[in-house]
């Protein structure tokens, strides 16, 4: 707790350490990612195609808490490189669905060199990540219930 008038230090508040370690975890992916083609966004948009292919954009922005706008290029971006295709729903054709490539499939596999980073650059233990990461899940839900 602080008095107040009293300056509250960066490194003590959450929302700096939590912003401070994104952007930490993505100096540690980009090399890695870069040499697959991908940058950390479009890795996250697979990464919900991993979880359920054939997705519309506003179904992958609502996974990724993002705005369908900023999905769009990114998708874009993935169809060009050959990771995923776009089709327009039939029934409603606003509705445009992503789907997995036999590429975009093939690159989860050359991803998992990002969780064997992430355990030897931070010295925990899996266990202890996966702690970490229900309790920033929990926080998050709270948050935004």
Partial sequence: MTTEGETIVLRDQLCFSVYSTSIAINRLYKPLLDPLGLTYPQYLVLGALWEENERS????????????????????RLEQAGFVARRRNASDERQVHVHLTKKGNDVRLQTHCLKEAMLKKSGMSAEQLIRLNEEVQRLLDALTR
Avoid at 63 to 68: D, F, K, T, V
């Fill in 57 to 76: 954009i506003g179904a992958i922005a609502e996974r990724l808490a993002l705005e369908p706008s900023t999905i769009t290029p990114l998708v874009k």
